[in-house]
């Protein structure tokens, strides 16, 4: 009886949300209570997965495991920072810029390092894919439509190789469209199958 | 203002085209005896993946990238899905399957979903409480989750399903020195991307979705892919109609 009570809540709720999405114009009145509801439940569950996160590093520390260093941190860092939002408050200027001011530059560095990453891994490329036409078709357009991407079509004086140049610069966008229809299609059917019960990822079957 | 654009009509047409394709390829599908469609390369390497692990004894680490915290889509949630196959085929195994998501609402589905498993199962040393649930709050931080969880000797391959921002490929990277076997599924086209070169095995478009039918009942499996070529023939005629009506100077 459950799953099929799942199944029926799902599809009502998948429904509901579709005519929201197609009939904005006539539950304009319904659409707040129905987006506070959700920011509700999504903070309710934010509050319960952060204390099971933060029950599962104190076991960690009472066990006296490998990472108790790291969750020690983890846990003091998270103290000190929601008993800072608790006292000034989330909109308190100088509490936001102490909070940015520690994560921001982490941000940076992890994209830093992932530039480093990529550009190795560039390089790495046929050793671990192995040289094939996939391979050497990807690091030659790679290379190609980096350069492109400089703008090297200034470069050329005449203007039909410009205008040709900026036209092949437009490939990739193709090849995402592409993806991305694909992706969409694939989006789609799951959807279908989610709304109409088929499909019960929330599930145990 | 009308109460249906021309848009949400085409996107109301497409649903319904795909609600049909649907149902005609599954009802076709029924009275087929032979089934010889094989499974997307990303869904084949799962089950490699699945077996290797089981014979070195070895865990398997999933993470379901940022969930809702980015974008209310509906992707995150097809993780759930191989979650399922996985820890179905963990529970005998010698280290259970360790799930990781980086928000709340997806962390509590797929705690809820190993709770129901494990207690179905009727196994009773699970389920292991801290091996599902969130490991850090959106994109970055669920990547400073993964990337602790990474060098743990347990660990036999690593899958990333779900949403995820291209700096997750330091998580891949760090996988590849510890020599894990990785399976990389990212929603996100730039991520799918950047996750190529580094993954032993990747999912580019809609393979994404077709990486959580492992161990799926093979009739409904091949009725989802036949259908979705069928759609794709489609809007492959649609696009090319398009095209044509374009240079001829009709729209």
């Known amino acids: 009886m459950k799953p099929r009570f799942n199944a029926i809540l799902s599809t009502v709720i998948g429904i509901t949300v579709l005519a929201g999405l197609f009939l904005q114009a006539k539950l304009i009145p319904f659409l707040p209570y129905l987006l506070d509801f959700v920011i509700l439940l999504t903070a309710a569950s934010t509050l319960i997965a952060i204390a099971f996160l933060l029950l599962r590093h104190l076991r960690r520390i009472g066990k006296g495991s490998s990472q108790t260093v790291l969750s020690i941190v983890l846990v003091v860092s998270f103290g000190l920072t929601f008993i800072g939002g608790l006292v000034f408050g989330v909109d308190n200027p100088d509490y936001s810029y102490w909070v940015a001011a520690i994560q921001r530059p982490l941000q940076a560095s992890l994209l830093g390092l992932s530039a480093l990453v990529m550009a190795a891994a560039a390089l790495k490329l046929f050793q671990r894919k192995g040289v094939n036409l996939l391979t050497i078709s990807f690091g030659l357009s790679a290379f190609f439509f980096l350069l492109l991407g400089m703008n090297i079509s200034h470069l050329f004086r005449s203007p039909q190789v410009e205008v040709w140049l900026t036209s092949l610069s437009q490939v990739p966008l193709i090849g995402a469209r592409g993806l991305l229809i694909g992706m969409g299609i694939g989006g789609l059917f799951i959807a279908v199958r989610i709304l109409f019960g088929i499909e019960r990822p929330y599930d145990e079957r | ?251």
Request: hydrophobic letters at 50%; glycine letters at 8%.
């Open chain 2, 1 to 251: 203002m009308p109460l249906l654009t021309m848009n949400d009509l085409l996107a109301l047409l497409i649903v319904l085209i795909a609600a049909l394709i649907l149902a005609l390829v599954t009802l076709f599908a029924r009275s087929s005896s032979r089934i010889d469609m094989r499974l997307p390369a990303s869904a084949m390497a799962v089950d490699s993946l699945l077996q290797r692990s089981a014979e070195s004894g070895g865990r398997i680490l999933m993470n379901f990238g940022s969930g809702f915290a980015q974008s209310a889509e509906l992707s995150s949630l097809v993780g759930l899905n191989l979650q399922r196959v996985i820890l179905r085929r963990s529970f005998n195994a010698d280290q259970p399957a360790m799930a990781g998501v980086g928000e709340g609402s997806l962390a509590l589905l797929s705690q809820q979903l190993s709770y129901t498993l494990y207690t179905n199962a009727l196994i009773p040393e699970g389920p292991h409480a801290e091996n599902t649930g969130l490991s850090g709050l959106g994109p970055m931080g669920n990547l400073a989750g993964l990337l602790n969880s990474v060098p743990e000797a347990k660990n036999a391959g690593m899958i990333m399903h779900g949403s995820f921002c291209p700096e997750g490929l330091l998580a891949l990277d760090l996988a590849s020195q510890f020599a894990l076997e990785t399976i990389s599924a990212a929603s996100d086209i730039t991520a799918q991307a950047a996750f190529w070169p580094m993954a032993s095995h990747s999912a580019l478009g809609e393979d994404y979705f077709a990486s959580v039918f492992s161990d799926r009942p093979a009739r409904s499996v091949t009725a989802v892919l036949k259908a979705a070529d069928w759609l794709r023939i489609l809007f492959c005629i649609g696009l090319l109609a398009a095209a044509i009506l374009k240079v001829m100077g009709e729209f």
